[in-house]
């Protein structure tokens, strides 16, 4: 059974502007075998929240009447973690994180709240919920442990030309669609900051293919609204070094394969 | 001028990655070879390409609109810059070696390293399009540091305008100098056939402990110190490897045969004079099991006019005073900061500048 719950110490969203972003609290939080009402450790994707809410305190600055914000859901995906449901809600308060709603299901049901919730994207450190969630239609990235050392202060997504994570499940016309709304909606935020100290970058990565394919994939994301930051064309070099240099909050790459075609 | 044709090029080989048959014919049309087989030369826009201009309204009206210029631009190719002769001299390399060793990837490898905004990076694509030139790496940084980037490329040359990158990056062990334009409109005639690099000797291809001793104690002790240690190797200095890695890819030449004919040639100009402080540093080259095919010993000469004679598509010095010198007469050069050569001008200790808050 899910349980929806708003978190009331913080202003909710305007649902129709907003990007809707869950978040598994098994990556926000590392909650350990304690009970009761301790507080919970912090997890690799803390961070990764407190970037989006960076984003948002920027937008706020530059108008205080912004209704394109990050909402950010924080959602339980097994019955286990659903037990903790009360640790999790006093953890986020603890930590002042803006988190709009929680959303308490299961293994069984986390999908149904997604899809009843909105949710643009989808963040989990597992592997199987996100090829689950994308299944179903809803934009998902896997959190990489090496996140957690990323910085707070500027939220970093990365666009892979070409796979870099491979998705379990090629992209279906549906979810190329809401790839490219959610892409659409980061580029408009994008745009109300100026071209330095953005508190969003977006970086963009082409693996395999040569110049033509990066200055191509630069040019289709513009046409979508998207300015890209910094471009990494890597024409066959090893991914490593570079990619653990620019460490990106999350990658998407679903429904962007056809940037390099 | 050589064509590049892209159908003469080696197949990279098949290390099982390649699953796509299309999508692996493609890319072996264009993928460079890995960093560790290549000698990779870093090139920044501004060395590649005159951005002179942009960089003017760039300092003038700000970040935003220089962006928005270059996008506005993006169709018009940039003019070329202080290292386009010698990128297309590296790519004539490439060719010939690719003719006598198909399946190689030891070859120079050309990337694009700057920290323009990724939006101005169409532009430079353009423009590297427009050339023909065979460049397929890029970083285009967005404002962050390149050296993190030049270490993952396994750089063996990093060449800037920006002479406070090319500390950072000669601090962290990779050979880098800053490039200047020639301020004449007589344009030296460069070679298209072969690869013509000189390179100055005291705190460029060796340590600057010489120098040293010249600046603190005089000539009178330098040649006398010099002497005495004639067989002692010199240590290196930051451009050691580079030359190195020179000496690699003739020896490729000499191995089939094409000594006579070889497309990269490397010179020595420095102001030692062949008979007193000369031989310490042909032993040491020796030592080092490095061959320089022309050492120019000048005993004190200027070196323009010598440079202008020899033509190379670069000519890397660590003091200004050749640096400008070199430039007058036509001649592409490349400073290298490094060694006690930096705290002084024409042989006057430079004022140390009260360190920025």
Known sequence: MVSTIQNTDVKQKDAARAAVVAVTSRAVFDCGVGGGDDVCGVGVAFPLLQALQRVNERLLEENPAESLLFDVVLITTSSQQQQQSSRISSSTRHYGLEVSRFCFSSEEDFIESLLTNGVQLFLTTDRNEATQASQSGVLSALLDQQIASCPPEQLRVMFCGDAIVQPDTGPTPASRQVAQSFSTQLGEMRQRFGVFNSPLSIVLVTSRGGRESCSGALQKLRSRGVSVDEAYCLAGAPQGPIVSLLRPHFLLSEGFRNLEE | ?357
């Open chain 2, 1 to 357: 001028m050589t064509e590049i044709n892209p159908n003469g090029w080696a197949p990279v080989e098949n290390n099982g990655e390649e699953k796509d048959c299309a999508a692996a014919k493609a890319a072996n049309k264009t993928r460079p070879p890995k960093p560790r087989y290549a000698v990779t030369i870093a090139v920044s826009s501004r060395t590649l390409f005159n951005m002179v201009a942009e960089r003017k309204i760039y300092e003038e009206e700000g970040l935003e609109k220089y962006v928005a210029h270059q996008v506005e631009h993006e169709n018009k190719p940039l003019k070329p810059g202080p290292a386009f002769p010698f990128v297309k001299a590296l790519m004539n390399v490439n060719s010939r070696l690719r003719e006598l060793y198909p399946d190689s990837k030891e070859l120079f490898d050309i990337v694009l390293m700057t920290n323009n905004h990724a939006q101005v990076g169409v532009r430079l694509i353009n423009s590297i399009n427009y050339y023909d030139l065979t460049i397929e790496r890029i970083c285009a940084t967005g404002g962050k540091s390149p050296t993190g980037y030049l270490k993952a490329y396994m750089t063996n040359l990093y060449l800037s305008k920006d002479s406070e990158k090319v500390i950072e990056a000669i601090k962290e062990g990779i050979a880098a100098a800053t490039m200047f334009m020639q301020e004449t409109d007589k344009e030296n005639q460069l070679s298209d056939t072969q690869l013509r690099v000189a390179f100055d000797g005291d705190a460029v291809l060796f340590s600057d402990e010489s120098e040293i001793i010249v600046k603190k104690h005089g000539l009178d002790t330098f040649f006398e110190h010099e002497k005495e240690f004639e067989n002692k190797p010199l240590a290196q200095g930051p451009l050691k490897c580079f030359l190195e890695s020179l000496g690699k890819l003739q020896r490729k030449f000499y191995a089939k045969n094409e000594r006579m004919n070889c497309p990269i040639r490397t010179f020595l100009v420095t102001a030692r004079s062949a008979a007193s402080s000369g031989a310490r540093v042909l032993k040491t080259l020796r030592s080092w099991g490095l061959e320089i095919d022309e050492a120019l010993f000048l005993a004190g000469a200027p070196k323009g006019p010598l440079l202008q004679k020899i033509k190379p598509h670069i000519f890397f010095d660590d003091q200004m005073f050749h640096i400008d010198g070199a430039k007058e007469l036509g001649t592409i050069s490349a400073h290298v900061p490094y060694g006690i050569g930096q705290k002084y001008h024409k042989g006057k200790l430079i004022e140390q500048p009260a360190k920025k808050e």
